[in-house]
Nanobody
Framework: VQLQASGGGLVQAGGSLRLSCTPS????????MGWYRQAPGKERELVADITNDGRTTYADSVKGRTTISRDNAKKIYLQMNSLQPQDTAVYFC?????????????WGRGTQVTVSS
């Protein structure tokens, strides 16, 4: 599985961005996808995720202003509103597969989100 993330950029505080992640390869084996972020000097953290049956999880810091969604081709989106400087980070797309009992984790290359105050 390969993951191509896009949509990052520079935005002013209060603005919005929509990130996209397009999987390719063995996408039928994907059972989970999510967005993580890593700010300078900090550990990578979950932003939001979505399972094959549509269940979603959000970090407390983004609840109410962020929506993760998915289309039929398993492309996922992260709509982020009311962005704040603390949302500045590199955002990574993540996918997980289970094939013959073997669990694999895949990461995209990341897209930079910078929120100016």
């Amino acid at each position: 599985v390969q993951l191509q993330a896009s949509g990052g950029g520079l935005v002013q505080a209060g603005g919005s961005l929509r990130l996209s992640c397009t999987p390719s390869g063995s996408i039928a084996s994907i059972n989970y996808m999510g967005w993580y972020r890593q700010a300078p000097g900090k550990e990578r953290e979950l932003v939001a995720d979505i399972t094959n049956d549509g269940r979603t999880t959000y970090a407390d810091s983004v609840k109410g202003r962020t929506t993760i969604s998915r289309d039929n081709a398993k492309k996922i989106y992260l709509q982020m509103n009311s962005l704040q400087p603390q949302d500045t980070a590199v955002y990574f797309c993540n996918a997980r597969t289970v094939v013959n009992g073997l669990r694999m984790v895949y990461w995209g290359r990341g897209t930079q989100v910078t929120v100016s105050s």
